[in-house]
């Protein structure tokens, strides 16, 4: 038995649906493509950020502990610490400004 519902006009009609759905879906993959080497730039950028200032990739307290003065007293100086670290930039601030001990035992 063969099955003779598709004549050539349904056929040809059936083919050219079929081609649209496949430029469709290839357009598609094509925009995702698009998407996803930018989020590959993206990705690379903020890696490279990472990489200029390795030391902001430890945790803050260990940063912390590395950056406390030798001696018991903090003399306020914008050339020493906390001033100096609060300088440098927001992460440093927030860093130099979480440091209690920078701050306990400040002379004026």
Do not use: F, M
Not at 34 to 47: G, I, P
Not at 62 to 80: A, E, F, K, M, N
């Amino acid at each position: 038995y063969r099955d003779t519902s598709l004549l050539p006009a349904d056929l040809h009609a059936t083919t050219a649906q079929l081609r649209t759905s496949l430029e469709e879906v290839q357009t598609a993959i094509l925009r995702q493509q698009a998407l996803l080497s930018k989020l590959h730039r993206k990705q690379q950028e903020l890696e490279r950020r990472l990489i200029v200032c390795p030391v902001l990739t430890l945790p803050n307290e260990l940063v912390s502990r590395i950056c406390l003065p030798d001696h018991g007293r903090v003399c306020p100086s914008q050339s020493t610490a906390p001033l100096l670290l609060a300088q440098i930039c927001r992460c440093w601030r927030d860093i130099a400004l979480e440091t209690c001990q920078l701050w306990s035992s400040v002379d004026l």
